[in-house]
C-alpha cells in the first residue's frame, strides 16, 4: 500500500467519532470485543464495522485467545498521520510568515 493509500485509510477511520472514541478507550488498555462494545449504544454489527475500518486502516490489531478476542491499539500509523500534518503545517506557517513580512514592507512603502 502506497504512503498516500495509508493515509487516505487513516484518515477516514478517525473521521467518524465513534471510531475515535473507540481508540481513545484502547489508548488505556488492551480490552476484548465486548468490553468497547459496552460503551456504545449501537448494534454489535455496527461495532464489528467500526472495527473492520479501524483494522483496515492498521490503527487496530485484533488477536484470538480461546473465545476472547481482544483488541490493541497500534500507534504506527498515528505516527504516519502525525507526520504528514506536521510537515504541512511547518510549510503552511512559512508561507504564513512570508506573507507577513511582505505586508510589513507594503505597509512601510506606503507609510512613505
Known amino acids: 500500500m502506497t504512503t498516500k493509500d495509508s493515509l487516505s485509510l487513516i484518515f ?48 487496530i490489531e485484533r488477536t484470538t485467545k480461546a473465545q476472547w478476542r481482544t483488541l490493541t491499539i497500534r500507534t504506527e500509523p498515528l505516527n504516519e498521520a502525525s507526520a504528514w500534518v506536521e510537515k504541512h503545517r511547518r510549510e503552511w506557517n512559512q508561507r504564513f510568515d512570508r506573507l507577513e513580512e511582505h505586508l510589513k514592507t507594503m505597509t512601510k512603502k506606503e507609510e512613505k
Open 12 to 59: 477516514a477511520a478517525l473521521a467518524d467519532p465513534t471510531r475515535r472514541n473507540i481508540l481513545s478507550r484502547l489508548s488505556q488498555n488492551p480490552a476484548t470485543v465486548g468490553e468497547v462494545a459496552e460503551l456504545f449504544e449501537i448494534s454489535a454489527p455496527a461495532i464489528s464495522q467500526h472495527l473492520k475500518v479501524l483494522e483496515r486502516a492498521g490503527l
